[in-house]
């Protein structure tokens, strides 16, 4: 059984819209952020950082035989594509699927956060990065996969968080995005957590 | 055989210290970033990002026989573990491993370089890691490994970085901090990347 902790504006939408896609069975568990269920006793055991999402995987256990507690959106990610998934089978895919995993947790999210960063940083990322996606092509193998999940997520992110930015010089991540939104996995992951 | 390509304050420290830790032997290559070698046409057919560090693997082939390339240091790193270590043995270690991974290279950089976390994300993140961390017990497994290179290679860049941020409050970081120094292969590897 798989239990997924996650809430309104957290990153758990990520991995749900990737079970969404690949019909992987699940708990939501969703906390009140703002009567802060993230910071009760309760979760703090599950996550000590009390952050979401986390995710418990009672198909895999630790040495003491206790479940798999696992957080950071982008491992709970790369964990269900391992296991529950066919995205990854060679070491190369399992390499490049991280690798696009990072790309888009840390360097895409610190070049929109840092606010100096999104000013000189963002758009020269946006440029290459409209040059790497093709819609029609997956970024890891031959299948749509859990690269794709996450990096489309964050450039799904821009038009609701960061109305301002102009994508009009970025013709391949505005059809990206516009394909993303018509997913009905991704429409059922993003209108609820 | 493996080629990285690195330079002078760049993430590149962290494979280096990891490929340094585990005698898996490497070619570096120092690129100048002050006379923007890593924005040269040469350097971004390796990485279109322009971003170091980077890493080539010719033991390891993509389906049309070249060799893998890998950009994101939390992406090369979990590669090095998987191929050239016995850190991962288990699917609940390489599930935790990315976990750390993700918590460095994300969430710990994002609460460092985002100004407005750095006053009240950061000093919650250290305060539970200060309670997490065991300067006697690695994060994953029984031995060493690339979970504990990223986390105390992010700890490390404080007193550089941030001198002003007072770590008191944190004495098992401190302790984590003043040991990961003193380690030969740390030295050799911040001493010139």
New interface residues.
């Given amino acids: 059984m798989l239990k997924l902790f996650g809430g309104s504006r957290t990153r758990a939408s990520m991995p749900r819209w990737y079970m969404e896609e690949k019909s992987i069975d699940y708990e939501l568990v969703e906390l009140n952020l703002e009567s802060k269920q993230h910071r009760n006793a309760e979760f703090l055991c599950i996550n000590?950082?009390?952050?979401l999402p986390a995710l418990i995987d009672d198909n895999?256990?630790?040495?003491d035989g206790s479940p798999?507690v696992?957080?950071?959106?982008?491992?709970i990610l790369?964990?269900l594509a391992?296991?529950y998934s066919n995205d990854i089978n060679t070491?190369?895919q399992?390499?490049?699927t991280?690798?696009w995993?990072?790309?888009a947790?840390?360097?895409l999210?610190?070049a929109l956060?840092?606010?100096s960063s999104r000013e000189h940083e963002f758009p020269?990322?946006m440029e290459?990065l409209n040059?790497?996606l093709d819609p029609d092509r997956p970024l890891v193998g031959d299948q749509w996969g859990v690269a794709d999940c996450a990096v489309e997520a964050h450039l799904g992110y821009l038009p609701i968080f960061f109305p301002e930015i102009d994508l009009s010089p970025y013709p391949v991540i505005q059809a990206v995005i516009e394909r993303t939104r018509l997913r009905p996995a991704y429409q059922r992951a993003m209108g609820h957590a």
């Fill in positions: 000590p950082f009390g952050k895999v256990l630790l040495e798999l696992l957080f950071e959106s982008g491992a790369l964990h391992e296991r070491p190369a399992r390499a490049l991280s690798q995993l990072l790309f947790n840390a360097t999210s610190i956060f840092v606010p020269r990322l290459v040059g790497q």
